[in-house]
């Protein structure tokens, strides 16, 4: 099974859809009624597969699938009905949709956050190397409105991947090109260093002196509980961020404009992993 005939609805959200059951290999279901779908999002495997998110609205009564399926004409395992031809086919069977499925239908499929966000910085959801992944996120970072000083692989030496700097504060941070993350001894040791030196630089050179730090990767292993130790040894608040939550913070700064502010960041310091729902309570618009 192929995703293109539905690809571009791939990012929507909130699909109105009719489920039919149809004739197996070893057995014939379609004198089994068909019923109203919710579709809350499509994904693709590696496969190129489809894979539904479907939520169960209500059973068509006195109708079996192979009724509704001889009426629309079947085209596919899957397959988009136009809204005329699904609405024509429900009457001239006696069905009734419910309200909230055919409002559904009436609407146009809105799309998800990350239709607003291009494939340049998308990519860093999908496996890159370390380098363009520190890029990006560099990238973001600046996009978001930071001024960033990028280290990592384009400075020699013991520094961190780079920091940013708001109008009176300034975050170390480190990039992590994995899934499962966790802070072993070796990699608290050396973020305990980058902060310390980081903190003496940016007092000297900037004259700041609120100064955080933050871990960016893909994804956190259950062990990764928070930062107390890195807290506690360098007296800076820390925070962790995941690839998909710093895009979700650019796409907040690309629907809110003006009103998203740097400010508000340090509300998303809190020394545990920060997610959408935080990032929706510090930026509400």
């Known amino acids: 099974m192929s995703i293109a005939p539905v690809r571009h609805l791939k990012h929507a959200s909130t699909i109105p859809g009719i489920g039919v059951y149809i004739k197996g290999k070893k057995a014939d279901f379609r004198s089994m009624p068909p019923c109203f779908l919710v579709i809350k999002s499509i994904e693709e495997t590696e496969r190129g597969e489809p894979l539904f998110d479907l939520h169960f609205v209500q059973k068509m009564e006195r109708i079996s699938s192979a009724q509704l399926i001889a009426e629309i004409g079947r085209q596919g395992f899957f397959f988009i009905i136009p809204q005329e031809k699904v609405l024509g086919a429900l009457n001239k069977l006696g069905i009734h949709p419910p309200s909230e499925w055919k409002t ?94 980081a903190k003496r630089r940016i007092k000297e050179k900037r004259g700041i002196g609120k100064v955080y730090f933050a871990l960016v990767t893909h994804s956190y292993n259950q062990r990764i509980k928070n930062l107390s130790d890195i807290e506690k040894e360098t007296s800076t608040k820390g925070t962790l961020f995941t690839s998909e939550s710093l895009l979700y913070l650019l796409f907040k700064k690309l629907s809110l404009g003006q009103s998203f502010l740097l400010t508000d960041f340090e509300g998303l310091v809190s020394g545990q992993i920060v997610t959408r729902e935080n990032i929706d309570k510090v930026y509400s618009g």
């Open 104 to 197: 559904l239908l009436s609407e146009k499929p809105q799309p998800s956050w990350q239709n607003w966000i291009g494939e340049h910085f998308l990519s860093i959801l999908e496996p890159v190397s370390a380098n363009e992944y520190e890029d990006r996120i560099a990238e973001a970072l600046r996009a978001l409105g930071f001024e960033v000083e990028q280290m990592g692989y384009k400075k020699e030496g013991e520094y961190p991947d780079g920091i940013i700097y708001g109008r009176d504060f300034s975050i170390v941070y480190d990039c992590k090109n994995r899934p499962d993350y966790f802070l072993d001894a070796k990699d608290k040791r050396a973020m305990i260093k980058y902060i310390q030196d």
